[in-house]
């Protein structure tokens, strides 16, 4: 589970680092905000895919006991 909470990591440094770079444009455009929003959701899901396999954790822990 850890190897999969990395790389859903990784990904979402890439894609911040990718849609922040050629955020020197004073205006937003169309793009930039459906990237901002794709951050958004990206970030989310990270977040409740972390929560899932704790709960996975913690619900194996408590059945081996």
Known sequence: ????????????????????????????????????ELDKA???TGQQIEKAGQNIQDAAKGNKK
């Open 1 to 36: 589970m850890n190897k999969f909470r990395d790389n859903v990591s990784a990904v979402l440094l890439v894609s911040a680092l990718f849609f922040r770079l050629p955020g020197c444009q004073k205006q937003e455009g169309p793009a930039e905000h459906a990237g901002k």
């Open 42 to 44: 990206m970030e989310k």
